[in-house]
């Protein structure tokens, strides 16, 4: 057995499997994905709460970039040694980043493998001992809408257009003036995920899709408590200090 299979495939059919035998009367594959997707999306909450930490330092980075690149635009070998220096400057920064993207490619690759390959395969033998194997066909769509191991042009649409607004909010209320690739970025990233995603299973651009409404749902909390600071209110139910488990929820969803 394969290293990716036993540390990453095999850990992420065994959860689906799992949530979907918890369900006690309709049991839909869709349905687990979402739960999955949240609950993982609360498991690697630090990162991201990291990550949105450090993007007033990546403007930075990029500013120091642009700025190295016009002056020294007549002598490579200068720029690519200010280069050095502004990576070496803000090297957790760049760690932190590649590190995300890291667990970003790794979501893609083991959901596309468990979409395309173990789900429609019925791979149980790689279901552990205390997960119940399925005894009926297990139920491969989002409520009957559409079937996760295939394609779904309609679902690739929907997604696309979910990054356009989540792309379209991040621009409009950025702090300060949007660049030039920060409007390339806006019209050309939802061409390139749809068509990317036209060869994807649709199990696999429903995670997506679920990530895209969980971004929007901070995008807009956040926006909520800006204005609220502005208009002189500084706190709400929540941002409660309680320490019961539906305040420490919503703060991770929020991801504060």
Known sequence: MSLFTTLLYQPVLNALVFIYSLMPF??????????????????LSPLRVRVKK????????????????????????????????IIKKYRKTFNLRGF????????????????SQGL????????????PQPSDPINLTFLNLFDLTQVSPTLNLISAVGLFIILFLKTWWKPEKAGRSDYLLLFWAPFAAYFISSRLPAGQ?????????????RLISNKLQSLGKQMG?????????????????LKQIKGE
């Open 54 to 85: 450090s993007e007033p330092e990546q403007e930075k980075i990029m500013a120091e970039l642009k700025q190295a690149e016009k002056d020294y635009q007549d002598n490579y070998i200068a720029y690519q040694q200010a280069k050095k220096q």
């Open 100 to 115: 995300d993207l890291i667990v970003e490619g790794v979501y893609f690759i083991t959901l596309w493998w468990v979409f």
């Open 120 to 131: 429609p395969r019925q791979e149980w033998n790689l279901l552990y001992s205390w997960i």
């Open 233 to 249: 209110y500084t706190s709400s139910p929540l941002n409660t200090e309680s320490k019961s488990f539906l305040a420490t929820f």
């Open 26 to 43: 309709y049991k839909d594959m869709g349905i687990a994905l979402i739960i999955f997707t949240v609950l993982m999306d609360l498991l």
């Open 205 to 217: 651009e429903f995670f997506f899709t679920i990530l895209e409404a969980l971004t929007f749902i």
